[in-house]
């Protein structure tokens, strides 16, 4: 069996480590991946949306299945094409992944249906945005450009003047380009927020163990967001019966939604939910794994991820039994001084042995150059270091104890991560 994956961070790393795991032991590829991956898979220098330059690597390469992992290039069409050529895949076609690729697809699929989500209005026009800010007058807001924004197109407004100059810079400015001429206005909620994956084949979804994103760059959520500063999973605060609630009103409307709008999800479908005083609402879905939560997901995933591709795309997701291991995992971000503005990179890492790894646990690379049988520092989030316990308690000693050994010129990560999920345990 040879297994094609398209992206190049720690997410895709860890997919690929996940798939290095399988009985079916397949031979791995990754394009464009990273100097981590190219320990584990044979790497390709083609770009994640590089769609026509992808078809012609699957060609050359004839894997049994292509797994596109970035938002990008399924919003933009990668599998359609693909599949067009007669290969088999995972993830979404382009007219399911616009419930990520499109804000306001995804507010009007979830009136529709009764999904419960915040309450929205959405605007072409900054006047007319500005007008209806003006007249409800409530603070903070929520102004999210519509299309794809490299996760940075969500502003949450404190005051009427940070909400007119957002909704100027994106509609008028087209801070975003096309993508933020069309703009959602939403309610501001709140409660914890859940990351919930899920693999579906447009019929059945089976939800995988919740988790927990830390998205602010510095401690005590201080600091600028970023694309995930660290992960826990599982979440404490999705209870069985909240999952149960979830399941009932979210997830299983959702995957028959897309069924009736004639736009079937398959893949892994990303719920981002939000436990407000009013039940769970959904504060955004992705059409893929996330990153960094898919870098604590999989490690405790006991069914074969091969198993799972192949019954997703035959449509027998149904008759699989998908098992967890009953344990807590920890991923501690390590990022390169300056992230998310500024930073450097090319720095040398020390720590890790000739795979990229180091003992006790899982390093997933996110932004690394392997080169003279070294690893070097190559963008702003770099490594996703990741261990599996018992409890979380012993899950974060392990990752931290494994963030010691390893180091390089003004490296940069959290130290509580994990924190607030253990006072949520009380
Ligand atoms: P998104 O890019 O949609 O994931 O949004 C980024 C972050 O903004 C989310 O993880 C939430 O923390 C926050 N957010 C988005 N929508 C809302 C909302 N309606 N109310 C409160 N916070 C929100
Ligand atoms: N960690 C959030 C995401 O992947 O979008």
Request: glycine share 10%.
């Given at each position: 069996?040879?297994?094609?994956?398209?992206g190049s961070g720690g997410r895709e790393h860890a997919i690929i480590m996940k798939?290095?795991?399988?009985?079916?032991?397949?031979?791995?590829?990754?394009?464009?991946g990273n100097g981590g991956i190219?320990?584990?898979?044979?790497?390709?220098?083609?770009?994640?949306?590089?769609?026509?330059?992808?078809?012609?690597?699957?060609?050359?390469?004839?894997?049994?299945?292509?797994?596109?992992a970035p938002?990008?290039?399924?919003?933009?069409?990668?599998?359609?094409?693909?599949?067009?050529?007669?290969?088999?895949?995972?993830?979404?076609?382009?007219?399911?992944?616009?419930?990520?690729?499109?804000?306001?697809?995804?507010?009007?699929?979830?009136?529709?249906?009764?999904?419960?989500?915040?309450?929205?209005?959405?605007?072409?026009?900054?006047?007319?945005?500005?007008?209806?800010?003006?007249?409800?007058?409530?603070?903070?807001?929520?102004?999210?450009?519509?299309?794809?924004?490299?996760?940075?197109?969500?502003?949450?407004?404190?005051?009427?003047?940070?909400?007119?100059?957002?909704?100027?810079?994106?509609?008028?400015?087209?801070?975003?380009?096309?993508?933020?001429?069309?703009?959602?206005?939403?309610?501001?909620?709140?409660?914890?927020?859940?990351?919930?994956?899920?693999?579906?084949?447009?019929?059945?979804?089976?939800?995988?163990?919740?988790?927990?994103?830390?998205?602010?760059?510095?401690?005590?959520?201080?600091?600028?967001?970023t694309g995930g500063m660290g992960t826990?999973?599982?979440?404490?605060?999705?209870?069985?019966?909240?999952?149960?609630?979830?399941?009932?009103?979210?997830?299983?409307?959702?995957?028959?939604?897309?069924?009736?709008?004639?736009?079937?999800?398959?893949?892994?479908?990303?719920?981002?939910?939000?436990?407000?005083?009013?039940?769970?609402?959904?504060?955004?879905?992705?059409?893929?794994f996330g990153d960094p939560e898919t870098q604590v997901v999989l490690p405790?995933?006991?069914?074969?991820?091969?198993?799972?591709?192949?019954?997703?795309?035959?449509?027998?997701?149904?008759?699989?039994?998908?098992?967890?291991?009953?344990?807590?995992?920890?991923c501690v971000v390590m990022a390169?001084?300056?992230?998310?503005?500024?930073?450097?990179?090319?720095?040398?890492?020390?720590?890790?042995?000739?795979?990229g790894?180091?003992?006790?646990?899982f390093v997933y690379h996110a932004g690394t150059?392997?080169?003279?049988?070294?690893?070097?520092?190559?963008g702003g989030r770099v490594l996703g270091i990741t261990?599996?316990?018992?409890?979380?308690?012993?899950?974060?000693?392990?990752?931290?104890?494994?963030?010691?050994?390893?180091?390089?010129?003004?490296?940069?990560?959290?130290?509580?991560?994990?924190?607030?999920?253990?006072?949520?345990?009380?």
């Amino acid at each position: 069996m040879k297994l094609l994956v398209v992206g190049s961070g720690g997410r895709e790393h860890a997919i690929i480590m996940k798939l290095a795991e399988s009985r079916h032991s397949p031979e791995l590829y990754c394009a464009p991946g990273n100097g981590g991956i190219s320990r584990y898979a044979k790497c390709f220098d083609v770009k994640a949306t590089d769609i026509p330059g992808m078809v012609e690597l699957a060609k050359k390469l004839q894997p049994d299945y292509v797994f596109v992992a970035p938002d990008d290039p399924l919003v933009l069409g990668m599998v359609d094409a693909m599949q067009a050529e007669g290969f088999r895949t995972f993830g979404p076609k382009s007219d399911a992944a616009i419930i990520e690729g499109s804000k306001i697809f995804s507010k009007e699929l979830m009136k529709k249906y009764n999904i419960p989500t915040g309450k929205y209005e959405v605007f072409t026009d900054s006047e007319k945005a500005i007008a209806y800010i003006k007249a409800q007058n409530t603070y903070p807001t929520v102004i999210k450009a519509d299309g794809l924004a490299l996760g940075k197109g969500v502003i949450l407004a404190q005051n009427e003047e940070e909400a007119v100059e957002a909704v100027k810079s994106m509609i008028d400015g087209r801070k975003f380009g096309e993508s933020s001429t069309r703009i959602v206005i939403e309610e501001f909620l709140t409660g914890p927020e859940v990351s919930v994956l899920s693999f579906t084949d447009g019929k059945t979804v089976v939800p995988m163990i919740s988790s927990m994103d830390h998205k602010r760059a510095l401690d005590n959520d201080m600091g600028l967001n970023t694309g995930g500063m660290g992960t826990v999973a599982p979440n404490p605060y999705y209870t069985d019966a909240i999952a149960q609630e979830c399941m009932e009103k979210i997830f299983l409307p959702t995957i028959e939604a897309m069924q009736k709008e004639g736009r079937p999800f398959t893949g892994c479908l990303y719920f981002g939910l939000m436990l407000t005083p009013d039940g769970a609402k959904v504060i955004e879905y992705n059409c893929r794994f996330g990153d960094p939560e898919t870098q604590v997901v999989l490690p405790l995933l006991e069914t074969d991820l091969v198993d799972i591709i192949e019954a997703v795309y035959n449509g027998t997701l149904a008759d699989l039994q998908v098992t967890w291991k009953q344990e807590s995992a920890a991923c501690v971000v390590m990022a390169s001084g300056g992230y998310p503005i500024k930073y450097e990179s090319g720095k040398l890492i020390s720590g890790l042995d000739e795979k990229g790894q180091t003992d006790g646990v899982f390093v997933y690379h996110a932004g690394t150059k392997f080169a003279d049988n070294q690893f070097t520092t190559a963008g702003g989030r770099v490594l996703g270091i990741t261990a599996t316990a018992g409890n979380l308690q012993d899950a974060l000693d392990k990752a931290y104890a494994g963030v010691e050994k390893i180091s390089w010129e003004q490296v940069h990560y959290r130290h509580d991560i994990g924190q607030r999920a253990l006072q949520a345990k009380g």
